[in-house]
């Protein structure tokens, strides 16, 4: 990185040209019975009516869309009743991350409060990777396993369910992954982004979401379940506590039925009523009936359950949400909480490692970064952080039983899958998402990948690729940064693609302390609102080592900030998450 950090070029959003004329804000504002600035917000972010602003602020369960909406569901569903009459055992098989956890945890549970018992099988990382594999589907079989049902996996193993079916297994597929040209020969197929032969182009594109995670295809699967089998129903509504913990983890956009969901479910989270989730919550210092955000689930509760699939056992996560005694729960949360620990501590080496080598490799539009030491299980976390640090797309490589093995994370504008597949011809193996993909290769093709990538990049970005450009929602004076309006702000959640976080540009301000910790790896500032004299906490995570030169005691300068609530000192209080600077001026120095 330079010594001297720029500026971060940066733009104020503008309301779309499609929405009412700006003195309707505050009529709408009125009807809504909330202020002009949360409607401005709801408008940057594409609502446009009345009626659309009060659904996006609640989202009720009646919005989403009947079950018979959803192609392959009853199908599904039809499907697992009858080999539940006939006696047929049952089998789930999962993903080791927690779209793929909780996924298998609804369904298990589920059919059990209906009776039936399911084995489940998820794969170790470390042993056999993502998705299904022969050895796993021929233990099941050994075990009797009449119905295997696939959740967040299972639209790339084409041959894995060939030879189920061949050993005598019924095969449902649920995912949310793109499928690719050949298409597994399951009983049924439940997928948003999977257009069947039989579905006409005009349907498809009616479907209520392509968007939903693999939990989410689960949970309707699940009540179309709940519906068909005799005997009492259960609440269905009990398992959206699941669904948003995987939905928020997987980072999936949240669209209209996302949000949904994962709305109703953040309440299920809050109360705590699984015990699973409320030791997970003590352990990670959230109270009892606390509000949960995606941000509690991103950073706290999500690494911790992804972490036994990462340098664990993907079992433990699965124990914990199944659990129904809390003191048995709070040692599981417990043996979590150490497991993501030791995450953390081997995320940093490698993060050291992958940035010296990312750095030698500037001069190419993508980076390809590996080593044989680095843990699989680590490398998509360390993937996003180099992205985040250099803003460019980045595959990063471990060598597992003689191959390559790697993790993509792309920027926003930058598809990974379709560049993976204008790779195709040195890969192994490869699948995923626009912004997050895995891949195989062999290691006398990693020259040739990074050619290819190399170019896959340039064709999608150019030669020379504009710098990111920070979108701010609006400039906000600290004076208007008050409890009223972070209540409001709290009406937005949940935030993820789609629905990002506010951000606000502040006017200039002065700098009144300044204190870089844990190892300058943090910036803390007191900043001063020139306009009135505000004073207001302010944290800069993670970038304390690219300020620690510049900024200092009576600096001035423009932060793109978020506000929240945080106990700092043992008082609750208004902080400031700082996105980055966009502004400064030092004593010393001039910049920008």
């Given at each position: 990185?330079?010594?001297?950090?720029?500026?971060?070029?940066?733009?104020?959003?503008?309301?779309?040209?499609?929405?009412?004329?700006?003195?309707?804000?505050?009529?709408?504002?009125?009807?809504?019975e909330?202020?002009?600035?949360?409607?401005?917000?709801?408008?940057?972010r594409g609502?446009?009516?009345?009626?659309?602003m009060?659904?996006?602020?609640?989202?009720?369960?009646?919005?989403?869309?009947?079950?018979?909406?959803?192609?392959?569901?009853?199908?599904?569903?039809?499907?697992i009743?009858?080999?539940i009459?006939?006696?047929?055992?049952?089998?789930?098989?999962?993903?080791?991350?927690?779209?793929?956890?909780?996924?298998?945890?609804?369904?298990?549970?589920?059919?059990?409060?209906?009776g039936?018992?399911v084995?489940?099988?998820?794969?170790?990382?470390?042993?056999?990777?993502?998705?299904?594999?022969?050895?796993?589907?021929?233990?099941?079989?050994?075990?009797?396993?009449?119905?295997?049902?696939?959740?967040?996996?299972?639209?790339?193993?084409?041959?894995?369910?060939?030879?189920?079916?061949?050993?005598?297994?019924?095969?449902?597929?649920?995912?949310?992954?793109?499928p690719?040209?050949?298409?597994?020969?399951?009983?049924?197929?439940?997928?948003?982004?999977?257009?069947s032969?039989?579905?006409?182009?005009?349907?498809?594109?009616?479907?209520?979401s392509?968007?939903?995670?693999?939990?989410?295809?689960?949970?309707?699967?699940?009540?179309?379940?709940?519906?068909?089998?005799?005997?009492?129903?259960v609440?269905?509504?009990?398992?959206?506590?699941?669904?948003?913990?995987?939905?928020?983890?997987?980072a999936?956009?949240?669209?209209?039925?996302?949000?949904?969901?994962?709305?109703?479910?953040?309440?299920?989270?809050?109360?705590?009523?699984?015990?699973?989730?409320?030791?997970?919550?003590?352990?990670?210092?959230?109270?009892?009936?606390?509000?949960?955000?995606?941000?509690?689930?991103?950073?706290?509760?999500?690494p911790?359950?992804?972490?036994?699939?990462?340098?664990?056992?993907?079992?433990?996560?699965?124990?914990?949400?199944?659990?129904?005694?809390?003191?048995?729960?709070?040692?599981?949360?417990?043996?979590?909480?150490?497991?993501?620990?030791?995450?953390?501590?081997?995320?940093?080496?490698?993060?050291?490692?992958?940035?010296?080598?990312?750095?030698?490799?500037?001069?190419?539009?993508?980076?390809v970064?590996?080593?044989?030491?680095?843990?699989?299980?680590?490398?998509?976390?360390?993937?996003?952080?180099i992205?985040?640090?250099?803003?460019?797309p980045?595959?990063?490589?471990?060598?597992?039983?003689?191959?390559?093995?790697?993790?993509?994370?792309?920027?926003?504008?930058?598809?990974?899958?379709?560049?993976?597949?204008?790779?195709?011809?040195?890969?192994?193996?490869?699948g995923?998402?626009?912004?997050?993909?895995?891949?195989?290769?062999?290691?006398?093709?990693?020259?040739?990948?990074?050619?290819?990538?190399?170019?896959?990049?340039?064709?999608?970005?150019?030669?020379?690729?504009?710098?990111?450009?920070?979108?701010?929602?609006?400039?906000?004076?600290?004076?208007?940064?008050?409890?009223?309006?972070?209540?409001?702000?709290?009406?937005?959640?949940?935030?993820?693609?789609?629905?990002?976080?506010?951000?606000?540009?502040?006017?200039m301000?002065?700098?009144?302390?300044?204190?870089?910790?844990?190892?300058?790896?943090?910036?803390?500032?007191?900043?001063?609102?020139?306009?009135?004299?505000?004073?207001?906490?302010?944290?800069?995570?993670?970038?304390?080592?690219?300020?620690?030169?510049?900024?200092?005691?009576?600096?001035?300068?423009?932060?793109?900030?978020?506000?929240?609530?945080?106990?700092?000192?043992?008082?609750?209080q208004?902080?400031?998450?700082?996105?980055?600077?966009?502004?400064?001026?030092?004593?010393?120095?001039?910049?920008g």
């Amino acid at each position: 990185m330079p010594d001297t950090p720029q500026p971060t070029p940066w733009t104020l959003k503008s309301i779309p040209d499609s929405f009412a004329p700006e003195r309707n804000i505050a009529d709408i504002a009125r009807r809504l019975e909330v202020s002009s600035l949360l409607v401005r917000l709801m408008a940057l972010r594409g609502l446009e009516s009345d009626l659309a602003m009060d659904r996006f602020l609640s989202p009720g369960l009646r919005y989403l869309h009947p079950l018979e909406d959803w192609p392959g569901v009853l199908d599904g569903a039809r499907c697992i009743c009858d080999a539940i009459a006939r006696g047929a055992t049952l089998a789930v098989w999962g993903d080791y991350d927690v779209d793929g956890i909780t996924a298998t945890v609804l369904v298990k549970d589920m059919l059990a409060r209906h009776g039936v018992q399911v084995k489940h099988y998820i794969p170790d990382r470390l042993d056999f990777g993502y998705g299904l594999h022969v050895d796993g589907i021929r233990a099941l079989a050994e075990q009797g396993v009449g119905l295997l049902l696939t959740v967040d996996c299972g639209i790339a193993n084409t041959a894995e369910i060939r030879e189920a079916k061949r050993l005598g297994m019924q095969v449902i597929v649920t995912d949310h992954h793109l499928p690719g040209r050949e298409i597994p020969d399951a009983d049924a197929i439940i997928n948003p982004r999977y257009i069947s032969p039989d579905t006409t182009e005009d349907h498809a594109s009616s479907w209520p979401s392509q968007e939903l995670a693999g939990v989410g295809v689960s949970f309707l699967l699940m009540a179309a379940v709940n519906r068909m089998l005799p005997g009492p129903a259960v609440d269905i509504r009990d398992y959206l506590d699941l669904v948003a913990l995987g939905t928020i983890a997987d980072a999936v956009h949240l669209d209209e039925q996302n949000r949904i969901l994962v709305k109703n479910g953040l309440l299920l989270i809050k109360e705590g009523r699984r015990p699973g989730i409320l030791a997970l919550k003590e352990i990670c210092g959230i109270g009892g009936h606390e509000t949960v955000g995606a941000g509690a689930i991103g950073f706290a509760l999500a690494p911790r359950i992804n972490a036994a699939g990462r340098i664990g056992d993907p079992d433990l996560a699965v124990r914990l949400l199944l659990e129904n005694d809390i003191t048995e729960a709070q040692k599981i949360a417990l043996q979590l909480d150490k497991l993501n620990t030791k995450r953390k501590q081997e995320e940093h080496r490698i993060l050291e490692e992958a940035i010296a080598q990312a750095e030698e490799q500037l001069h190419l539009p993508g980076l390809v970064l590996h080593s044989e030491h680095w843990h699989s299980g680590i490398i998509g976390i360390v993937a996003s952080r180099i992205v985040e640090r250099f803003h460019r797309p980045c595959l990063i490589l471990t060598k597992e039983k003689g191959i390559f093995k790697g993790s993509g994370r792309s920027t926003p504008s930058f598809d990974l899958y379709e560049a993976l597949l204008a790779c195709k011809q040195c890969l192994y193996k490869f699948g995923g998402h626009r912004q997050a993909a895995g891949l195989k290769l062999e290691p006398f093709q990693l020259a040739t990948l990074k050619k290819l990538f190399a170019w896959a990049v340039e064709e999608q970005l150019g030669e020379n690729p504009a710098p990111p450009v920070l979108e701010l929602d609006m400039e906000l004076p600290f004076s208007a940064v008050t409890a009223t309006l972070l209540k409001e702000l709290d009406l937005l959640q949940p935030y993820g693609q789609g629905n990002p976080r506010p951000i606000f540009l502040s006017p200039m301000l002065s700098v009144q302390k300044v204190r870089f910790f844990s190892q300058k790896k943090h910036l803390e500032m007191y900043l001063a609102d020139s306009t009135d004299g505000t004073v207001l906490r302010a944290v800069a995570w993670r970038q304390g080592e690219r300020w620690s030169k510049i900024i200092r005691e009576k600096a001035t300068l423009r932060i793109a900030y978020t506000p929240r609530l945080s106990i700092f000192n043992n008082v609750l209080q208004i902080e400031l998450a700082v996105h980055d600077i966009v502004d400064f001026h030092t004593p010393d120095l001039n910049h920008g």
